[in-house]
């Protein structure tokens, strides 16, 4: 029942990300206070949220076991930080990705929390020593790094201030496991964390193959989403080395000196400008002109891609 509400969470900043961990927190049972600097943007994160749930209950994509009603019913709007943090067991900071600005609203949210409450910022790729260096409650402060969108991609990363308590971290997987997300802990900082170190590390290789003239761009997305994608949507790199031998030592036995010839034969990091840039723009404009219109119904084509896969991998677990 809406009434038996898990727990508080305060979001900050109610823009996309915001209102999906919103919609997020509110599926696992939670009561969602939301605030913006801009008061409209309330409403408008609000209304935008209404009209998702209730498309994903239409499609039976709903999260969590509260109807779409139930779930709105937990989450409102805040006129002030102060009144979303009154009473919240953890702070989602959702505002945009600039450093001086987020350490602005930590320091806010600083002064007006207790030695209970986990402070999270949802930062992409600035480091939690530069984000919460100087806090008073810096041992409650976590980079709880989501994916999107994340209502659809479950993961989320932890990264830890050098100072987080042990607890802090545990506190944030445990909600991040209630609410359906799939945390992991990235146990030092570094630099674009695990995810986007990956996936730069994949775009880097992609750019050189089309820059050097060994594959078109649409044949380049081929070889992720018809090949690499297929698996490691269910297995990650690691587990699909083990299980394409008989075992990781039987690969590296097998693969090792292959690996090493080919990953020396990668190229310096690319410029991503240039005729290079033309050339794949050109390409991806083919396929998906770059009018707001045409980008946003391919992204909803994607959303929906992905909410089937969801429920793949859901049905794959239980069995
Ligand atoms: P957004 O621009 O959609 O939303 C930011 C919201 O913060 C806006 O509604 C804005 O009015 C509000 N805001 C600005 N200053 C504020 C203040 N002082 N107090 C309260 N609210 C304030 O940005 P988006 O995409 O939601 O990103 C938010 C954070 O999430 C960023 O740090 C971003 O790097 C991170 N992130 C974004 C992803 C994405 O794909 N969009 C993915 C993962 C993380």
């Known amino acids: 029942m809406a009434?038996?509400?898990?727990?508080?969470?305060?979001?900050?900043?109610?823009?996309?990300?915001?209102?999906?961990w919103g919609m997020l927190f509110a599926s696992g049972g939670f009561k969602v206070k939301l605030y913006?600097?801009?008061?409209?943007?309330?409403?408008?994160?609000?209304?935008?949220?209404?009209?998702?749930?209730?498309?994903?209950?239409?499609?039976?994509?709903?999260?969590?076991?509260?109807?779409?009603?139930?779930?709105?019913?937990?989450?409102?709007?805040?006129?002030?930080?102060?009144?979303?943090?009154?009473?919240?067991?953890?702070?989602?900071?959702?505002?945009?990705?600039?450093l001086e600005l987020k350490r602005k609203i930590?320091?806010?949210?600083?002064?007006?929390?207790?030695?209970?409450?986990?402070?999270?910022?949802?930062?992409?790729?600035?480091?939690?020593?530069?984000?919460?260096?100087?806090?008073?409650?810096?041992?409650?402060?976590?980079?709880?790094?989501p994916v999107n969108p994340p209502y659809y991609v479950p993961l989320v990363e932890l990264v830890p201030h050098p100072e987080t308590s042990p607890a802090t971290v545990d506190r944030?997987?445990?909600?991040?496991?209630?609410?359906?997300?799939?945390?992991?802990r990235v146990?030092?900082?570094?630099?674009?964390?695990?995810?986007?170190?990956?996936?730069?590390?994949?775009?880097?290789?992609?750019?050189?193959?089309?820059?050097?003239?060994?594959?078109?761009?649409?044949?380049?997305?081929?070889?992720?989403?018809?090949?690499?994608?297929?698996?490691?949507?269910f297995i990650g790199p690691l587990e699909t080395m083990h299980l394409n031998a008989e075992g990781m030592l039987s690969y590296c036995d097998r693969y090792r000196e292959g690996m090493k010839r080919v990953l020396k034969s990668f190229g310096p990091v690319p410029e991503f400008s240039g005729p290079t840039v033309e050339k794949i723009n050109q390409a991806m404009c083919v396929k998906i002109p770059d009018d707001p219109d045409r980008l946003a119904a391919r992204r909803k084509w994607r959303d929906e891609c992905l909410m089937s896969l969801a429920r793949l991998k859901r049905q794959m677990q239980s069995q």
Not at 8 to 14: K, L, Q, T
Not at 139 to 145: E, N, T
Not at 172 to 184: E, R, V
Request: with cysteine.
């Open 3 to 20: 009434s038996s509400a898990a727990g508080v969470v305060a979001i900050v900043g109610s823009g996309l990300i915001g209102q999906s």
């Open 36 to 98: 913006d600097i801009e008061q409209q943007q309330v409403t408008k994160a609000l209304e935008n949220i209404r009209k998702e749930m209730k498309l994903l209950e239409q499609a039976g994509s709903l999260k969590g076991s509260l109807s779409a009603e139930e779930q709105l019913s937990l989450i409102r709007g805040c006129a002030s930080v102060e009144e979303a943090v009154e009473g919240a067991m953890h702070i989602q900071e959702c505002v945009p990705e600039n």
């Open 106 to 145: 930590f320091a806010q949210l600083d002064r007006a929390v207790d030695d209970t409450i986990v402070l999270s910022s949802s930062t992409s790729c600035l480091l939690p020593s530069q984000l919460f260096a100087g806090l008073a409650h810096v041992k409650q402060c976590i980079v709880a790094h």
């Open 172 to 184: 944030t997987h445990a909600l991040m496991q209630k609410i359906g997300q799939s945390p992991i």
């Open 187 to 233: 146990l030092k900082e570094i630099d674009g964390f695990a995810l986007n170190r990956l996936q730069y590390a994949i775009i880097s290789e992609a750019w050189r193959l089309v820059q050097e003239g060994i594959v078109s761009p649409s044949d380049l997305d081929l070889v992720m989403s018809d090949g690499l994608g297929m698996r490691y949507a």
